[in-house]
């Protein structure tokens, strides 16, 4: 390996276009070793960055602050199906052998409660100040997946691509560092490859998915390697990369990850017919199919709360007892309960059927019409983290074919 | 905004807490505010409230907030709930006694006098009436406080939204809402551990699930719970239907969406544990 500051450069593709051709972003490509990993999140740390990545906690893997590379899942995979998921050993020692978890950046990026106002009494009237949203550093997110590129991208086009960018997510979202990482065994619930969000770390995206990784890692083990061949996409990248121990990608690394690509496109065993589907389902309002889901859904609402593009939140006002000061808090808020929906009178999405088909047809027809695009990036936690076991790529199939054919 | 009404500026709101049948957990929770006890104090005049020795009129004034802990189990009792609604602007019931009739309504699916003779020595002597009931079911309520016991900082947002004339934010959703606002790792999915959050009122925090257990349903059906549903699930993480109706009859076994499980037709399944 080559050590820091030797005359390697990081920015240069030509030196490897000829090997690259798994690599048409035209970014160069590094290897790091397992050290180099390491210290790539102390730099970003020294950088100022506050890192946020995956770790075990609770029987899951969860994103927290990661303060050195040891918190990562080493050797941990996940074993996910409709309803189920178990963490499971992995026979390696991946840092990144397992797929995405209940959580996802939106939790970063728009928290679950954030306060807004905060309105005092005064002698003649009222105070408000607005409470000042800029978080004290900003985010590098380390290990975030295609579907999960693609989802943060939604979510900016949602919250601050509009007229009224939203102050919390422009200002959470500011200056963010991403490193991406290509997935290499996906699991039973997803179909990123349905919605062309991944498995890798943002290849597929299409020319509307602005957002991309600083760094993109591919990890590689077999057992004479464990390192990472590292896509060096962005100029914040290139001047992390520069503080790094690293070596230039060749092509045996390049097959490498080539490799791991393919069988993780192999893996990929749920597929959704999206041709036409918005339309599809918009068509059959009075389908028995959304009778039969009503009664197994529980209008929990843990399908929306892990959809890293669920974008509800609710205002809630809260006053003391002294009647001296309310705080206004902006708190999640899903289509599954009856506030969501809550005009004078009463809620308009009143029954859990209605709820479901809310959620579903948001997901996969109405996001068009609102936003020009899906709402759905194909990571499969709806799916996975349903008690019930609702299988999303099972409905909407069900959904939009004619009834006689589910029987 | 409007400020606060000005008779409330000038005088303290009455607050009376009115114990029925229950163990008095929840007019606990109210002693239990220690740290802000002292501003309800402020607040409030704690008109009447036994337990915490405020003798006061008696209970024989009029009360601008009457917060009602216990449900209806006696004779005396129908004429009471009666008397206190009489006095009160506004009527709050705290806890699963007081809002769903409370764990002594499992005596709603059997003849009470089998138990007056188990438990009594001489049972001429008890008064009983058939059923446990909720308060809702005698007078009018104007918001039902949940949980058993209810928590202390819904308790404290209650008093504050009463009395500073704004509706309660207290949310109608499942526990699992709760779980997901802390960042919880779902104990049903992950684990395997049967949970009744996805039908459950909201309230408590989500506690158990926060402590790896399952929720256990202290705050009974959530706003639209799909109690057949959930019950599918229980099956499907290990308890059999013995076990499944023992988790539904508990605290808010007289709730209108748990009284009636298992539903008429009983699925033919398993032998008694
Ligand atoms: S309406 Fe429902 S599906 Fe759509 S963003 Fe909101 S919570 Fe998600
Ligand atoms: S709808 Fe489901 S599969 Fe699609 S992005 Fe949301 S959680 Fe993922
Ligand atoms: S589809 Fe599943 S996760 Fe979503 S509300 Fe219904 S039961 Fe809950
Ligand atoms: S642990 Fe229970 S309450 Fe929490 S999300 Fe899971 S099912 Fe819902």
């Known amino acids: 390996m080559l050590s820091t500051g030797d005359d390697i450069t990081v920015n240069h593709p030509e030196e490897h276009d000829s090997e690259s051709d798994d690599d048409p972003s035209g970014s160069s490509a590094v290897v790091l070793g397992l050290d180099g990993l390491a210290a ?65 950046p939106r939790q970063e990026l728009s928290p679950q409660k ?33 579907c999960e590129l693609a989802a943060m991208g939604i979510h900016d086009r949602v919250m601050i691509g509009g007229a009224h960018p939203d102050p919390v997510q422009s200002a959470r979202g500011a200056d963010r560092f991403v ?15 349905s919605m062309g969000t991944g498995p890798t770390a943002g290849a597929e995206m299409g020319p509307d998915n602005t957002e991309t990784a600083d760094l993109r890692l591919c990890e590689l083990i077999d057992d004479d390697r464990h390192d990472f061949l590292c896509h060096v996409t962005s100029k914040a990248g290139a001047e992390v990369m520069e503080t790094l121990e690293h070596r230039p990608a060749n092509t045996a690394d390049h097959l490498a990850a080539q490799e791991v690509r393919h069988r993780a496109v192999q893996c990929i065993e749920k597929h959704l ?32 709360l892990v959809c890293p593009t669920c974008f509800c939140s609710t205002i809630d006002d809260v006053g003391d007892l002294a ?16 506030d969501h929906s809550y005009l004078h009178g009463g809620a308009v999405h009143a029954t859990t059927r209605s709820q479901y088909h809310q959620w579903l047809t948001h997901k996969l027809s109405t996001w068009w019409d609102q936003f020009g695009e899906s709402g759905c990036v194909g990571c499969g936690r709806c799916t996975t983290w349903c008690p019930a076991g609702i299988d999303l790529v099972e409905e909407a199939t069900a959904l939009s074919r004619a009834p006689e054919i589910n029987r | 905004m409007t400020p606060a009404s000005t008779e409330l500026a000038q005088e303290r709101p009455r607050v009376a807490v009115w114990k029925f049948s229950s163990c008095d957990g929840c007019q606990l929770t109210l002693l239990d505010c220690e740290d802000e006890l002292l501003t309800v104090a402020e607040r409030v005049e704690l ?29 005396g009792d129908l004429d009471r709930i009666q008397d206190v609604r009489r006095r ?42 058939e059923e446990s009931t909720a308060i809702s079911d005698h007078v009018e309520v104007d918001f039902e406080l949940r949980g058993c016991p209810i928590d202390k900082n ?115 399944t398993g032998e008694q544990p």
């Not at chain 2, 779902?186 to 158990?208: E, I, K």
């Open chain 1, 40 to 104: 790539l999140i102390a730099a970003l740390w020294d950088r100022g960055y506050r890192v946020v990545g995956p770790t075990v906690r609770d029987s899951a893997i969860v994103l927290d602050e990661l303060l050195t590379a040891d918190s990562l899942p080493i050797g941990w995979g996940d074993e996910q199906a409709p309803g189920h998921y178990r963490l499971r050993r992995r026979e390696d020692q991946a840092r990144f052998g397992y797929v995405v978890g209940p959580q996802s």
């Open chain 1, 114 to 146: 954030v306060a807004l106002v905060k309105i005092r009494r005064t002698a003649d009237g009222f105070d408000a100040d607005a409470v000042d949203p800029t978080p004290a550093a900003p985010i590098a997110f380390i290990g975030l997946r295609g």
């Open chain 1, 179 to 193: 490193v991406g990482v290509d997935c290499g065994d996906p699991a039973a619930t997803c179909f990123c490859t």
């Open chain 1, 273 to 304: 017919d999206t041709d036409g589907l918005a339309d599809r389902l918009m068509a059959v309002p009075d389908h028995p199919r959304w009778d039969e889901v009503a009664e197994r859904c529980l209008s929990c609402t843990n399908c929306t």
């Open chain 1, 323 to 338: 009647g001296e000061m309310t705080t206004r808090t902006r708190v999640w808020d899903s289509c599954f309960t009856l």
């Open chain 2, 47 to 75: 008109a009447y409230f036994l337990e915490a020795g405020a003798v006061g009129d008696g209970g024989k004034g009029l009360y601008d907030l009457s917060l009602v802990e216990g449900s209806i189990t006696t004779p």
């Open chain 2, 88 to 129: 009160s602007t506004r009527l709050v019931t705290i806890g699963a006694c007081a809002s769903a009739g409370g764990i002594q309504a499992l005596r709603n699916f059997t003849e009470v006098e089998q138990f007056l003779g188990i438990v009594y020595a001489q049972p001429q002597f008890i008064s009983t009436l």
């Open chain 2, 154 to 268: 819904q308790l404290l947002e209650v008093i504050a939204a009463f009395t500073n004339g704004r509706p309660p934010a207290i949310p109608g959703h499942s526990v699992c809402v709760e779980c997901k606002l802390r960042g919880n790792v779902c104990v049903t999915v992950a684990q395997g551990v049967p949970c009744l959050g996805p039908v459950t009122h909201a309230g408590c925090g989500a506690l158990c699930p926060t402590y790896h257990r399952g929720c256990y349903g202290c705050f009974g059906p959530s706003e639209t719970a799909n109690v057949a549903g959930v019950a599918v699930e229980l099956r499907r993480h290990g308890m059999d239907e013995h076990e499944i109706e023992l988790a539904m009859h508990t605290f808010n076994t007289w709730s209108p969406e748990l009284r009636d499980y298992p539903p008429s037709a009983p699925t033919p």
